[in-house]
């Protein structure tokens, strides 16, 4: 999902993160909203033109060479 936050209100955001953490499936999310990705993912990877960083919870974090 590609900035599913954009233009919801709270409550609206609050809906779709019950939604999203009761979905038994893996997600994709792509969002500046860092209160959103908090709530629902363990992992986050963060891309740019030379590397891609990734971070779990804690102090566990990847750096990958693209």
């Known amino acids: 999902m590609d900035e599913p936050t954009n233009h919801l209100d709270i409550r609206s955001v609050e809906a779709l993160q019950d939604v999203l953490a009761d979905?038994?499936?893996?997600?994709?999310?792509?969002?500046?909203?860092?209160r959103f990705l908090d709530a629902l993912t363990a992992t986050r990877w963060m891309f740019d033109v030379d590397c891609a960083e990734g971070g779990g919870l804690g102090d566990t974090h990847v750096?990958?060479?693209?």
């Open 23 to 34: 979905c038994p499936c893996a997600l994709v999310l792509v969002s500046h909203d860092e």
């Open 63 to 66: 750096r990958v060479k693209l």
